[in-house]
T-cell receptor, first 112, second 113 residues
Framework: TQLLEQSPQFLSIQEGENLTVYCNSS?????LQWYRQEPGEGPVLLVT?????EVKKLKRLTFQFGDARKDSSLHITAAQPGDTGLYLC????????????FGTGTKLQVIP | NAGVMQNPRHLVRRRGQEARLRCSPM?????VYWYRQLPEEGLKFMVY????????ESGMPKERFSAEFPKEGPSILRIQQVVRGDSAAYFC???????????FGQGTRLTVV
């Protein structure tokens, strides 16, 4: 079973602070995705990283894929209340279809 | 282009009843995935279907659960004789091809009372 562990599980920070969420696995994935899920809604894809060592930026969000394609991180700069939500990393298996293994999730609360 | 449509959004069933969850993929998408999100747990893959075919059902419970994606109409996830432990959010995702990104619907929240 491919497992993706995220840390921290919960994070409550003040508006304007920076934070990093980690996603770790012992398995290699062909690509890794990050989603944000709001209460009562489905997950929405933020980014897909494919190449080991790849870094992608989406406004204040920076995503990195580990060199060995087993881990990833999400860094948010100057967090805002609108960033509040559940962040999920998800691994796509090598050579397969879009059967995704989701991480354990990080619940982020940004306090105004 | 409408997104992935799931209905109903909320479903309440008594123990022992049947639950039928529907998923209409995005236009032009012939690949459908079902996931389950139990309370306070992550999303878990259940089944992958391509029109009229089940490709991978490795995440489906062995009993009471079935899925189909007919040539015409939505994909259906069927749960027979529901139990309290089936209470969860069920999400469907669709993609146009096997390898392309899948888009998620808003989910059906099943409550078994």
């Amino acid at each position: 079973t491919q497992l993706l562990e995220q840390s921290p599980q919960f994070l409550s920070i003040q508006e304007g602070e920076n934070l990093t969420v980690y996603c770790n696995s012992s398995s290699v994935f062909s690509s890794l995705q990050w989603y944000r899920q709001e209460p009562g809604e489905g997950p929405v894809l933020l980014v897909t990283v494919v190449t080991g060592g790849e870094v992608k930026k989406l406004k204040r969000l920076t995503f990195q894929f580990g060199d060995a394609r087993k881990d990833s991180s999400l860094h948010i700069t100057a967090a805002q209340p609108g960033d509040t939500g559940l962040y999920l990393c998800a691994g796509v298996r090598v050579g397969g279809y879009q059967k995704v293994t989701f991480g354990t999730g990080t619940k982020l609360q940004v306090i105004p | 282009n409408a997104g992935v449509m799931q209905n109903p959004r909320h479903l309440v069933r008594r123990r022992g009843q049947e639950a039928r969850l529907r998923c209409s993929p995005m236009k032009g998408h012939s690949h459908v995935y079902w996931y389950r999100q139990l309370p306070e747990e992550g999303l878990k893959f259940m089944v992958y279907l391509q029109k009229e075919n089940i490709i991978d059902e490795s995440g489906m419970p062995k009993e009471r659960f079935s899925a189909e994606f007919p040539k015409e109409g939505p994909s259906i996830l069927r749960i027979q004789q529901v139990v309290r432990g089936d209470s969860a959010a069920y999400f469907c995702a669709s993609s146009p091809t096997r390898d392309s990104q899948a888009f998620f619907g808003q989910g059906t929240r099943l409550t078994v009372v």
